[in-house]
């Protein structure tokens, strides 16, 4: 139904990489700044910014210091989100 990745840093395989996710995901920026990258469109994040990528959206987290990029990720499943 729903899975957290809490207080992730960004060196993670997915970092500057496109990908998808089956879920729709809402990530929580702690710390860092740089964008979001979904949909060839470029989207500022800094501390406190929260967003949501829905499943099946090409993406990637491009921060400008990745030391300083701390995230944490909620994913929930499309099916549970649709039926909310």
């Not at 996710?21 to 809402?26: A, G, H, K, L």
């Not at 994040?45 to 944490?72: Q, V, W």
């Amino acid at each position: 139904m729903y899975r957290i990745i809490y207080k992730q840093k960004s060196k993670d395989h997915l970092y500057k990489v496109w990908h998808t996710n089956d879920e729709d995901m809402i990530l929580f920026v702690h710390s860092g700044d740089g964008s979001i990258v979904c949909n060839e469109k470029i989207y500022p994040i800094k501390p406190g910014t929260l967003c949501f990528i829905g499943a099946g959206k090409y993406h990637y987290s491009m921060p400008n210091i990745p030391e300083d990029y701390i995230r944490s990720k909620l994913f929930i499943s499309p099916y549970h989100i649709k039926n909310l």
